[in-house]
């Protein structure tokens, strides 16, 4: 009887650590099928729907934004903070925690034939200005690391910078990337102030490095 209840109770403790292996995943998907693009975020990151950033990007007066917007084709954010949203995600103000923002759009006609690795790094901030052609407006900022980037639905540059604005330094990971028949463009932004980035820079690393690109078949 000892031995048979020894036996339950080993058994017992290995389907114990079975199930304790088998927890919950630490990631999961972003994605767009329609779109043939994904990447991965933390499992209990909050997100922030299209629909929420539409709605915040009709309402926008900049010259052109209504046209864009309608040819979005896929958009969301992720951020460990709850309290990020819309607004947060379409403004260059630097924020304290980590901020992830997906976008795929067409492009328009002049767009694609005008599209090049520069016009590519230039999406968010004038990174090659500031290089070529450095003013005294130009903020003080530092190239990280900048390398091409191909797939198999599209090919691009992954940037990751950083500058000062308003006397707080951010850091942007981008990786753009254009499709290879030239009419859509996909965009990752990972970032935050560059204090928060360097604190969470392997999962904001992990996150840019997932980011792939198949194309619609």
Not at 59 to 85: F, H, M, R
Not at 149 to 155: D, H, M, N, P, S
Request: aromatic content about 10%.
């Amino acid at each position: 009887m000892k031995k048979a209840t020894l036996r339950t109770g080993l058994l017992l403790g290995i389907f114990s650590l079975i199930l304790t292996g088998c927890g919950q995943p630490s990631q999961k998907y972003a994605t767009s099928k329609s779109e043939g693009a994904y990447f991965t975020v933390p499992v209990a990151w909050h997100k922030v729907s299209m629909k929420e950033l539409n709605d915040v990007e009709a309402k926008s007066t900049v010259s052109g934004a209504a046209e864009k917007l309608i040819l979005v084709k896929w958009q969301e954010a992720y951020s460990p903070n709850p309290k990020i949203g819309p607004l947060e995600v379409f403004s260059i103000r630097p924020t304290t925690q980590p901020l992830v923002f997906v976008r795929v759009r067409w492009l328009f006609p002049d767009e694609f034939n005008a599209m090049s690795y520069d016009t590519l790094r230039n999406i968010v901030e004038p990174v090659t200005e500031w290089v070529n052609n450095p003013t005294e407006s130009t903020p003080k900022y530092n190239i990280i690391d900048d390398y091409e980037v191909v797939q198999k639905g599209g090919r691009g540059v992954r940037t990751i910078f950083s500058f000062t604005h308003k006397g707080v330094s951010q850091t942007i990971d981008q990786t753009s990337l254009m499709s290879m028949d030239g009419q859509k463009i996909y965009l990752l932004v990972a970032r935050c102030t560059t204090k928060c980035y360097q604190k969470h820079s392997k999962v904001l690393e992990k996150i840019s490095a997932s980011f792939t690109v198949r194309g619609v078949k």
